[in-house]
């Protein structure tokens, strides 16, 4: 089978000389389709350096990303942008939903955008809301939803495109503990009933055992990787036991 995205020998080296800072070092790890992959590590180990990557946000200094058998490292920045809209949902810490658009308007935009049809870019997107339990809250704008059902909005609107690859960036650093475990659980849901590929950077022990793997960076390597077995039980004790191992 061949993976959604895989990395090889991938680097990012900020600034020269003696002040160059190696974010990322020989990155190689790969995530099939339908994974739940989970990156952790301390702050400043490259997390959200391989997310921005790996989403065409950021260029490496060397190595490659294949998406779909497609180098992303050739293209130039048009064909990134094209390959993202097409092919990638994003999902960010900030909901960066527009205030004076409703859920659905909000969660469609990026389709219409795209030069779909309004009706049918309404109705991906509705389903999509349909599905994250926002049935009762499609005309309620931002300001009128709480954080949990605002990041639901995101979500729906990620996953509505029907994305190769959701690249969550600490979904749920915004949100209480409660709104978090459930946005947790709705990604985990989402991975599990719809078969989506999900690569997640978390800060957080109890977020990143809802993925079925988790990979751990320090100083820009992978120190680490787990597969995690939900028939277990929980199994946040055990990543923070991980995360405290490698110093995070």
């Known amino acids: 089978m061949q993976p959604i995205v895989s990395t090889h020998e991938l680097t990012r080296i900020y600034?020269?000389?003696?002040?160059?800072?190696?974010?990322?070092?020989?990155?190689?790890?790969?995530i099939q389709p339908g994974e739940f992959v989970a990156v952790m590590g301390p702050s400043g180990c490259g997390k959200s350096t391989l997310l921005h990557l790996i989403g065409g946000l950021d260029r490496p200094t060397?190595?490659?990303?294949?998406?779909?058998?497609t180098d992303l490292t050739t293209l130039n920045d048009d064909q990134i942008t094209m390959l993202r809209r097409k092919k990638m949902g994003f999902i960010f810490q900030f909901f960066n939903l527009i205030p004076v658009l409703n859920a659905l308007e909000?969660?469609?935009?990026?389709?219409?955008?795209d030069g779909v049809k309004t009706a049918e870019a309404e109705n991906r997107a509705k389903d999509w809301l349909d599905r994250v339990g926002l049935t009762l809250r499609l005309t309620h704008k931002p300001g009128e939803l709480s954080g949990g059902e605002q990041q639901r909005v995101a979500v729906a609107r990620a996953l509505a495109s029907d994305p190769?690859?959701?690249?969550?960036?600490?979904?749920?650093?915004?949100?209480?503990?409660?709104a978090s475990e459930e946005i947790a659980g709705l990604l985990r849901q989402i991975s599990t009933n719809w078969n989506s590929t999900i690569l997640m950077v978390t800060h957080d022990p109890r977020i990143a055992a809802y993925a079925d793997r988790i990979i751990f960076l320090k100083d820009g390597t992978i120190v680490d990787e787990t597969i995690?077995?939900?028939?277990?039980?929980?199994?946040?004790?055990m990543v923070a036991g991980k995360m405290q191992g490698i110093g995070g």
Not at 228 to 237: F, I, M, R, T, Y
């Open 106 to 113: 909000n969660a469609a935009l990026p389709m219409i955008l």
């Open 62 to 69: 060397s190595g490659r990303i294949e998406m779909d058998g």
């Open 164 to 178: 190769s690859l959701v690249l969550a960036d600490e979904p749920t650093g915004n949100l209480d503990s409660h």
């Open 15 to 30: 600034g020269s000389g003696e002040a160059a800072v190696s974010a990322l070092k020989g990155i190689n790890f790969a």
């Open 228 to 237: 995690l077995e939900h028939k277990n039980g929980d199994q946040a004790d």
